[in-house]
């Protein structure tokens, strides 16, 4: 690879960018930034120019030679690059609300990337991901592309499946989290520990051990769960709640938060309902701390990522994106939890799907290190998820109602029959700007 990286941001615009910068500034010596370009939409053109600045200011203060650059033109930014990170949200925060509010109204679960929200996230997302591929095949075909757009999971396999593009690898900050968590009940350093990862996104178990080979996984699951432990240490927009500590020692695997919407369904509703009547959804919620956000990022003092950022719930996902540009970049060989091809690492699943697994990422990419199989109680939410991800996406991709229909009805969160169509065509009609592909073969 060339002297000098070009690295491209799309959704340059977050909120989460300062944190990205922070990351490269911070690896400058290993990975020599020459160029990086934010790229952003129209709507998104004040936050870009607030973030922008504030980048501008970070790279300044740390004394690098990088040149920043802002656009709302991504092939004027795309030509040459080496790395493509994407972070974007399709319909802003407005539409995640509305993939919250709209299945709560009718007595189910209504999350960013779970149940009937998540699946509209991957229609609205999956499209556009495809458009950038398409452009980056034609201005940056020897780029590689970072994804942590939710639902990471689902927008690297389409882009390993529709889009033909291998360069690819998905990211999530949720099993930093878990590490931290594991790490700080175990007493021990993350660097003598090792951590095994096995799922898909946002449905990953794991198994833990010391730097000797001994497992530790049971004494982190007493720890965590067992009656009268400490809670777990948990991602930001996801309540802190109790598993069942029986049906956790009986997985012998550590679940993510995420286990609780479908391990915990009750309770987790009955909560987000509560928050529903009373202060609003996680977007809201998340909405009211960007705007503070972006008011402190106006300053024009400040030149470093505020401790406030933590609290937006994707703490880590910069940081982890600029160490995997870095291992690539250097082939480091680093092991990281990132979403890739399975290529059997998982016997479970089908081989070219995509897995959130374990990997050492190196020149070549990622390369998961090989799980094999599932006990049942794993096997059988897994395999039910693969395939409701699977149908997701062909309707991303296709516009067909009745997949999408099917892809509703296999969902744990979603009652199937009269509501789950109810709730799809309120959807559906919802978020109709932003979802052409269901709606143009209707008119013609």
Known sequence: MKDGVKIVTIGGGSSYTPELIEGFIKRYSEL???????????????????????AKRMVKAAGIDCEIHLTLDRREALPNADFVTTQFRVGLLDARIKDERIPLSHGMIGQETNGAGGMFKAFRTIPVILDIVSDMRELCPNAWLINFTNPAGMVTEAVLRYGNWEKVIGLCNVPIGAVKSASAVL??????LFFKFAGINHLHWHRVFDKDGTELTEKVIDGLYAPGANPEMVVENIKDMRFLYEQVKHLKMLPCPYHRYYYMTDNMLKD?????????????????????????????????KPEELSKRGGAHYSDAACEIINSIYNDKGTKMVVSTRNNGAIDDVPYESAVEI??????????????????????????????MEELTIEA??????????????????????????????????????HLPQFFVKQQA
């Open 187 to 192: 007493g021990k350093p993350e660097k003598d």
């Open 396 to 433: 991303a991709v296709t516009g067909d109602y009745a997949t999408a229909l099917q892809a509703f009805t296999l969902n744990p969160l979603v009652p199937s029959g009269d509501i789950a169509k109810e709730v799809l065509d309120e959807l559906l009609e919802a978020h109709k700007d």
């Open 358 to 387: 374990t990997s050492i990422i190196g020149a070549h990419g990622a390369e998961p290190i090989n799980f094999g199989k599932f006990a049942p109680a794993e096997r059988g939410l897994l395999q039910v998820m693969k395939a």
């Open 32 to 54: 020599p930034i020459k160029e990086l370009w934010l790229v952003d939409i129209e709507a998104g053109r004040e936050k870009l120019e607030i973030v922008g600045n504030m």
């Open 272 to 304: 987000e309902m509560k928050a529903f009547q009373e202060e609003g959804t996680r977007g809201e919620v998340v909405k009211r701390l960007e705007e503070s956000l972006f008011e402190l990022y106006k300053d024009p003092n400040l030149d470093y």
